[in-house]
């Protein structure tokens, strides 16, 4: 089964902090990606990778930059974070090229909240 | 403005009736839709799929119908059953699976 891991669960920071989410999976994927999830809005793509250091920006980018230094890991990095990044954060995976079926894997969500 | 929408963000039926979800999409270049299930506290998992060249995907209980020239999609559950509550999310993509658009999601109770 493909695990993708998200480094916390929950986190509270207060405006202004730098914030580094992680997020690990383990089936070799060559996409990842960031979205955030709100009530009403649905799941919004913020950043996505193709490959290793890889990176585009998905329908919501601002505020946020991302780091894929190995294949495996995908980090979102929130430079100083403001009360409006307050969400869900979900990190997924896939396969690319001929196995791509479009299914996205995703991590269980790091809820972030901003004081 | 968002390209996928789904407009009950709730749905309430009796175990083992039928539930309809529906979802509707604005971009004509969509060719291919998912359905995602979310529990509380866990990411969404995928449920079922279906490409432009098709207008039913059936996996057991569960049926995606597609209506291109209406830009609308359903799920059908039959017979529901109460482990299927959940947040069900549609998703829209262009064929190269490049982006995909999510809906708002609808907020399925299935009750006992």
């Known amino acids: 089964d493909v695990k993708v891991t998200q480094s916390s669960r929950y986190l509270v920071k207060r405006t202004g902090e730098k914030v580094f989410l992680e997020c690990v999976q383990d089936m070799d994927h060559e996409n990842m990606f960031w979205y955030r999830q709100d009530p009403g809005l649905g799941l919004r793509l913020i950043y996505f990778?193709?490959?290793?250091?890889?990176?585009e920006k998905g329908d919501i980018p601002e505020g946020y930059s991302v780091s894929r230094e190995k294949k495996e890991r995908f980090s979102l990095i929130l430079e100083s974070a403001s009360t409006n990044q307050t969400s869900m954060y979900l990190c997924?995976?896939?396969?690319?090229?001929?196995?791509?079926?479009?299914?996205?894997?995703f991590g269980e969500g790091s809820r972030l909240t901003v004081l | 403005d968002q390209q996928v929408k789904q407009n009950s963000p709730s749905l309430s039926v009796q175990e083992g009736r039928i539930s309809i979800l529906n979802c509707d999409y604005t971009n004509s270049m969509f060719d291919y839709f998912l359905w995602y299930k979310k529990y509380p506290a866990e990411g969404p998992t995928f449920l079922i799929s279906?490409?432009?060249?098709?207008d039913k995907n059936e996996d057991g209980r569960f049926t995606v119908f597609l209506n291109k020239s209406a830009k609308h999609l359903s799920l059908h559950i039959v017979p529901s059953q109460p482990g299927d509550s959940a947040v069900y999310f549609c998703a829209a993509s262009s064929y190269n699976f490049n982006k995909f658009y999510f809906g708002s999601g609808t907020k399925l109770n299935v009750k006992p």
């Open positions: 279906i490409s432009s060249i098709k």
């Open positions: 990778s193709y490959d290793v250091k890889m990176k």
């Open positions: 997924a995976s896939r396969v690319s090229g001929h196995l791509n079926t479009g299914e996205l894997f």
